[in-house]
């Protein structure tokens, strides 16, 4: 197989929502080393801890930054987290994150975290402005927010996490995002049976091809299906090594001009079965 690289990895667990779900830094090499995931963008899961507020944030944050000094060849970036009812103690942390431990942007669910996509994030998105970040935002709704927010915060690269796990919502980011240079987007949970008004094909010929990525969507999501689907597209060999892990790496090369992606495989630190690493409810992991 091609090798793949993974924009939209969440590492922690998710125990605001029944059944909770999560990975470990472990298991999270595991998966990807068992499916030519040669290295990923991680960053927390929503909806984790929050017993001790921004405290909980730091802590997730914390964990990602460990994993990418540890393993900086697999995760040469990392983003943090928010949570928008923390305000400035929330800004605080993720101008700490990015400032004291290298950290690049955040991650938002806006579906784990209570809001929609407005105003209630300029505080936290000024900051990863003066860092020129990066942040992968789920969608909420229209993704015409999204589109505000590449005007208002030009020096910021945005993310679109699972741009086309359904129809309206593939045809809302075409019609919204794709003139903007500083939109990019994964293609996790994309479900297979779509026609061609919304499939694959659609997908690369009208949004920027040089800026579709890959994404596992982890932990949630067995995202081997998507990689099925990428390889089976009617796509170009060269469009799909795109999709698959080049246009990621000119992603991350932006925010780490030093990094080159390692194609050798990973040996993750412990040997998971594949029960504990694939276990699922149809495509969603458990
Ligand atoms: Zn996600």
Redesign the pocket.
Known sequence: MRPYFDV?C?IGMTVSRAPVVGQSVGRCLARMASAGVIGAIPCPT?GSPQARGVLDTRSQNEIITKACQKYPERFPIGLGIVEVRHEQAGVDELDRSMCDDGLVGF?C?PGLSGHSLGGELYAFLEVVAMHSGLC?L?QAGSTSNIAAYARRFPSITFII??VSMNKGGHLDAIQHCAKYDNIWYDV?QKPEGADESWDLVHLVNNLNKDRLMF?S?LP?YDFRLVQAQIENAGLDDETKEKIAYQNAVRLVQQFNDSWEPTLSPIEPPQVYSELEMWDANGARLK
């Open positions: 939209h969440h929503a991650v669910h992968l789920h996490g699972h996790a994404g969507d949630y």
